[in-house]
């Protein structure tokens, strides 16, 4: 069973930049779709972005054009590039990966953007 870490977070100030590392404990070569998601107080998980095997991604509207995610399957690992960050994007933001009968999730990193 492939777990998940997640690192990177912290607290940065509006319009700053922050990256998010996911380490995964096995090879996340054949993990379809690899993904991020984030958990504001009082709000439910909401996706932010994803990345198929394929490198094709998908991205929430709310973070078109200021995030990118990659993977680098040699390291087993999953980024999150977040840049021009906002006060809404705080939240706790987990690392998800998803295949046929196999869904893992990290135990989250706390992103705080300060006004």
């Known amino acids: 069973q492939v777990q998940l870490v997640e690192s990177g977070g912290g607290l940065v100030q509006n319009g700053g930049s922050l990256r998010l590392s996911c380490a995964a404990s096995g090879s996340i070569f054949t993990i379809h779709i690899m993904g991020w998601y984030r958990q504001a107080p009082g709000k439910e998980r909401e996706l932010v972005a994803t990345i198929t095997s394929g490198s094709s991604t998908n991205y929430a509207d709310s973070v078109k054009g200021r995030f990118t995610i990659s993977r680098d399957n040699a390291r087993n690992t999953v980024y999150l590039q977040m840049n021009s960050l906002k006060p809404e994007d705080t939240a706790v933001y987990f690392c998800?990966?998803?295949?046929?009968?196999?869904?893992?999730w990290g135990q989250g990193t706390q992103v705080t953007v300060s006004s």
């Open positions: 998800m990966g998803d295949d046929v009968g196999f869904q893992a």
